[in-house]
Protein backbone atom coordinates (compact mmCIF):
# COMPACT_ATOMS: atom_id res chain seq x y z
CA UNK A 1 0.00 0.00 0.00
CA UNK A 2 2.55 2.41 0.64
CA UNK A 3 5.74 2.94 -1.74
CA UNK A 4 8.70 5.24 -1.34
CA UNK A 5 10.45 5.25 -4.64
CA UNK A 6 14.36 6.96 -4.10
CA UNK A 7 16.49 7.89 -6.76
CA UNK A 8 19.48 10.22 -7.38
CA UNK A 9 22.28 7.82 -5.94
CA UNK A 10 25.49 7.07 -7.48
CA UNK A 11 29.72 7.50 -7.35
CA UNK A 12 31.28 10.67 -7.17
CA UNK A 13 34.51 11.95 -6.12
CA UNK A 14 35.20 13.96 -2.53
CA UNK A 15 34.15 17.56 -2.82
CA UNK A 16 31.47 17.07 -5.55
CA UNK A 17 27.53 16.58 -4.99
CA UNK A 18 24.59 14.57 -5.20
CA UNK A 19 21.03 15.04 -5.04
CA UNK A 20 18.59 12.27 -3.65
CA UNK A 21 14.93 12.17 -4.13
CA UNK A 22 12.35 10.25 -2.34
CA UNK A 23 8.52 10.07 -3.34
CA UNK A 24 5.78 8.34 -1.05
CA UNK A 25 3.32 7.17 -2.62
CA UNK A 26 -0.23 5.30 -1.24
CA UNK A 27 -2.45 5.54 1.77
CA UNK A 28 -0.51 6.14 5.27
CA UNK A 29 -2.59 8.05 7.90
CA UNK A 30 -0.95 11.63 6.38
CA UNK A 31 2.97 12.28 6.41
CA UNK A 32 4.27 14.40 9.27
CA UNK A 33 7.22 14.14 8.79
CA UNK A 34 10.15 13.05 6.01
CA UNK A 35 13.86 11.97 6.60
CA UNK A 36 17.05 10.33 4.87
CA UNK A 37 18.51 7.87 6.86
CA UNK A 38 21.98 5.73 6.32
CA UNK A 39 24.01 2.95 7.12
CA UNK A 40 27.51 1.54 6.22
CA UNK A 41 28.61 -1.80 6.02
CA UNK A 42 29.18 -2.93 9.86
CA UNK A 43 27.97 0.40 11.36
CA UNK A 44 24.72 1.17 13.11
CA UNK A 45 21.71 3.09 10.92
CA UNK A 46 21.90 6.60 11.79
CA UNK A 47 20.01 9.88 10.73
CA UNK A 48 21.04 12.08 8.07
CA UNK A 49 18.44 14.50 8.19
CA UNK A 50 14.71 14.99 9.13
CA UNK A 51 11.99 17.76 8.51
CA UNK A 52 8.65 18.07 10.15
CA UNK A 53 5.63 19.45 7.77
CA UNK A 54 5.91 23.08 8.88
CA UNK A 55 9.63 22.67 7.47
CA UNK A 56 11.64 22.54 11.29
CA UNK A 57 14.92 20.49 10.08
CA UNK A 58 17.44 17.86 11.71
CA UNK A 59 20.33 17.14 11.14
CA UNK A 60 23.08 14.41 11.89
CA UNK A 61 26.66 15.98 13.31
CA UNK A 62 28.31 14.20 10.29
CA UNK A 63 26.55 16.23 7.91
CA UNK A 64 25.72 19.54 9.08
CA UNK A 65 26.85 22.53 7.21
CA UNK A 66 27.03 20.32 4.31
CA UNK A 67 23.82 18.49 3.51
CA UNK A 68 20.32 20.36 3.30
CA UNK A 69 17.43 18.47 3.20
CA UNK A 70 13.98 19.54 1.66
CA UNK A 71 10.26 19.22 0.87
CA UNK A 72 7.47 19.20 -0.92
CA UNK A 73 4.19 18.49 0.46
CA UNK A 74 2.13 18.55 -2.37
CA UNK A 75 4.14 15.82 -3.85
CA UNK A 76 5.54 13.93 -0.86
CA UNK A 77 8.56 14.38 -1.83
CA UNK A 78 11.86 14.97 0.04
CA UNK A 79 14.93 15.96 -1.19
CA UNK A 80 18.78 15.75 -0.22
CA UNK A 81 21.11 17.68 -1.30
CA UNK A 82 24.71 16.59 -0.55
CA UNK A 83 27.65 18.97 -1.14
CA UNK A 84 31.48 18.50 -0.34
CA UNK A 85 31.06 14.92 -0.25
CA UNK A 86 33.55 12.81 1.67
CA UNK A 87 34.60 9.55 1.47
CA UNK A 88 33.14 8.83 5.09
CA UNK A 89 30.04 9.51 3.34
CA UNK A 90 29.66 6.36 1.74
CA UNK A 91 26.68 4.22 2.56
CA UNK A 92 23.08 3.15 1.20
CA UNK A 93 21.07 6.05 1.68
CA UNK A 94 17.15 5.11 3.32
CA UNK A 95 14.17 7.29 2.65
CA UNK A 96 11.54 7.65 5.75
CA UNK A 97 8.42 8.86 6.06
CA UNK A 98 6.22 9.10 9.68
CA UNK A 99 2.72 9.16 9.80
CA UNK A 100 0.38 10.92 12.24
CA UNK A 101 0.51 7.89 14.35
CA UNK A 102 3.80 7.15 14.13
CA UNK A 103 4.16 4.69 11.30
CA UNK A 104 7.36 4.12 9.75
CA UNK A 105 7.59 3.66 6.38
CA UNK A 106 11.27 3.20 4.85
CA UNK A 107 12.46 2.65 1.17
CA UNK A 108 14.85 0.04 -0.86
CA UNK A 109 18.02 2.53 -0.15
CA UNK A 110 19.81 4.06 -2.90
CA UNK A 111 24.39 3.53 -2.74
CA UNK A 112 25.91 6.90 -2.54
CA UNK A 113 29.94 5.97 -3.03
CA UNK A 114 32.31 8.47 -2.56
CA UNK A 115 35.82 8.02 -3.96
CA UNK A 116 38.83 9.43 -2.41
Known amino acids: QVQLVESGGGLVQAGGSLRLSCAASGSMGGIITMAWYRQAPGKQRELVAR???????VYGDSVKGRFTISRDNTKNTVYLQMNSLKPEDTAVYYC??????????WGQGTQVTVSA
Open 96 to 105: NARNSVNWDF
Open 51 to 57: IALAGTM
